[in-house]
C-alpha cells in the first residue's frame, strides 16, 4: 500500500487496523513496544517481529535504526501496510523524510478518556495513580503533543503528509478519496463526557491548547 499510518490509542486506532487488515497484512503498531512504560509491563522489544508481522530485527537495533527499514520492507511489497505508534516520539518519520504518511487524530479529551477504558489501556493510567490523575492526564497529553508536533514538522519539510480528524474525518478525506472506503462504517460521532472532574477537563485543555489550535478550530465538538 502506498500509505502509512500514525495513531495513538484513544484515537480510533483499532478501527483502522481491522479495516486495513481486511484488505492488507499491517503491522499492528509494533514500534509502541519501545515505550518505556512497557517494558515494566514485561513486553518485550524482542516482539518487534511479531507485530510487525515478519520483519526480523538485529538484536543491537534500536527504534530510529528499525523504522527506517522497516518502512522500507513495507513499501517493498504493495500487499504491506502499518500503523505506528510510538515512534512519533523520537521523531523518527520527520528525521527520515519518510513520506505518505496518515495522521488519524481526535479531539484529545476524548481520546484520553477511550484510552483509559478498562477495556482498553487503564492498566497504563493505573500506573500514573488513575484517570483522574494528573500524572496520568500528563501522560497522554504528552504523547498527543508529539503527535501534532511530528505532523507540523513533517508538513514544514514539505513531506506528503495527511491530518485526518476522528471528528470530521469525511471532510479531511477530501484530498485522499482513495481511502474513502476504510472509513464507510466509520462513527464519528462518538465521546466520552462527564468522566473528568471539571478542574481536570480545564487541567488536560491548557496542557494541549497551543498544539490544538493548531489543527482544530473549536473546543467543542
Known amino acids: 500500500m502506498k500509505y502509512i499510518f500514525i495513531a495513538i490509542g484513544g484515537s480510533g486506532s483499532k478501527f483502522l487496523r481491522n479495516k486495513l487488515s481486511s484488505r492488507y ?14 517494558s515494566k509491563m514485561n513486553i518485550k522489544v524482542e516482539n518487534f517481529e511479531f507485530y510487525s508481522k515478519g520483519f526480523k530485527t538485529s538484536q543491537n537495533d534500536n527504534l530510529e535504526l ?16 502499518a500503523v505506528f505508534n510510538y515512534a512519533i516520539e523520537k521523531s523518527v518519520f520527520s528525521k527520515n523524510k519518510i513520506d505518505d504518511v496518515i495522521f488519524q487524530i481526535r479531539h ?45 514538522k513533517m508538513k514544514e519539510f514539505g513531506l506528503n ?14 484530498d485522499i478519496p482513495e481511502l474513502n472506503w476504510i472509513y464507510k462504517d466509520f462513527d464519528s460521532t462518538k465521546r466520552n463526557d462527564n ?14 491548547e497551543k498544539y490544538y489550535n493548531k489543527t482544530y478550530t473549536n473546543w467543542e465538538v
Open 161 to 174: 503528509v495527511y491530518l485526518l480528524r476522528y471528528e470530521y474525518v469525511e471532510s479531511d478525506l477530501t
Open 195 to 208: 468522566i473528568l472532574s471539571n478542574s481536570n477537563t480545564n487541567y488536560l485543555r491548557s496542557k494541549v
Open 66 to 81: 528499525i523504522i527506517p527499514k522497516y518502512v522500507d520492507f513495507l513499501r517493498k511489497d504493495t500487499n504491506r501496510t
Open 25 to 38: 497484512l499491517t503491522g499492528n503498531k509494533p514500534d509502541a513496544i519501545f515505550q518505556p512504560i512497557l
Open 108 to 152: 484529545p479529551l476524548h481520546a484520553y478518556l477511550s484510552f483509559g477504558k478498562p477495556e482498553r489501556h487503564k492498566n497504563i493510567l493505573d500506573y500514573y495513580g488513575g484517570i483522574n490523575d494528573k500524572r496520568a492526564i500528563d501522560y497522554y497529553c504528552t504523547r498527543w503533543i508529539f503527535l501534532i508536533k511530528e505532523y507540523l
